[in-house]
């Protein structure tokens, strides 16, 4: 199974109309915006929709977030997932196969779980950032469009983070290469309150098939 179908469940996230050009201050806001979250603890709902905006299916769950480099996202029934990080490895376990697949920290470059978690070293090299307000939409809310600025090379053809007008991370989206959307809504969110770093080690129950990418 690809990450990218395995990450935030079924895809990650994004739609829109991505500018050429990225401005030195909408990279540096980005940056400090994210860099912001030492930690991040959220409700999440997911929702995945096809080109035609049709929706496929709706998730919901918990996710949280320990810079530098540490992530855990949970789906809850009936598609359950859980999805781990350290910063060095990356599982995905899926109870329903009991199986899980490990990556290495490799393989998390271009992805969204890397810029989640803390690894800002590329951002500006290898993605196009632009912002833009909607007054229309979240109030205000201002939104961070990213693209790839090599294709070829990464998991996905666009993505989106959106902060509320008090510079909370609200939601994120992802247009995979093949048009689908999926679409995050966080809600009941916990800035820079303490985790428990034990959450982002995960130790396969008995039985669990594990099965390394790559090897």
Same mark, same amino acid.
């Given at each position: ?40 603890? !959220?409700?999440?709902?997911?929702? +995945? &929709?096809?080109?035609?905006?049709? %929706? #496929?299916? $709706? /998730? ?11 992530f855990f996202w949970q789906v809850e029934p009936p598609f359950e997932q859980t999805v781990v990080t350290d910063g060095e490895q990356l599982w995905v376990y899926d109870p329903d196969m009991e199986q899980v697949t490990v990556y290495?920290?490799?393989?998390? !470059?271009?992805?969204?779980?890397? +810029? &989640?978690?803390?690894?800002?070293? %590329? #951002?500006? $090299? /290898? ?89």
């Amino acid at each position: 199974m690809a990450l990218k179908n395995t990450f935030f469940t079924a895809a990650i996230l994004l739609s829109g109309l991505f500018c050429s050009v990225s401005r030195a201050d909408d990279v540096a806001d980005l940056s400090a915006k994210l860099q912001a979250l030492n930690t991040f603890s !959220a409700h999440f709902e997911q929702r +995945l &929709l096809d080109d035609s905006g049709t %929706e #496929l299916q $709706k /998730t919901e769950g918990l996710v949280k977030v320990s810079n530098p480099g540490r992530f855990f996202w949970q789906v809850e029934p009936p598609f359950e997932q859980t999805v781990v990080t350290d910063g060095e490895q990356l599982w995905v376990y899926d109870p329903d196969m009991e199986q899980v697949t490990v990556y290495s920290k490799q393989q998390l !470059a271009s992805t969204p779980a890397q +810029l &989640l978690s803390g690894d800002f070293a %590329e #951002l500006a $090299k /290898t993605y196009t950032i632009t912002a833009s307000i909607n007054a229309s939409i979240n109030k205000g809310a201002l939104t961070y469009r990213m693209a790839p600025k090599n294709e070829q090379t990464s998991n996905f053809s666009g993505l989106e983070f959106v902060f509320d007008k008090k510079d909370r991370l609200a939601g994120m989206t992802l247009e995979d290469k093949l048009g689908q959307r999926t679409v995050v809504t966080f809600s009941k969110r916990q800035l820079n309150k303490p985790i428990d770093a034990t959450i982002f080690s995960f130790k396969p129950p008995a039985g669990t098939d594990v099965i390394h990418s790559g090897s």
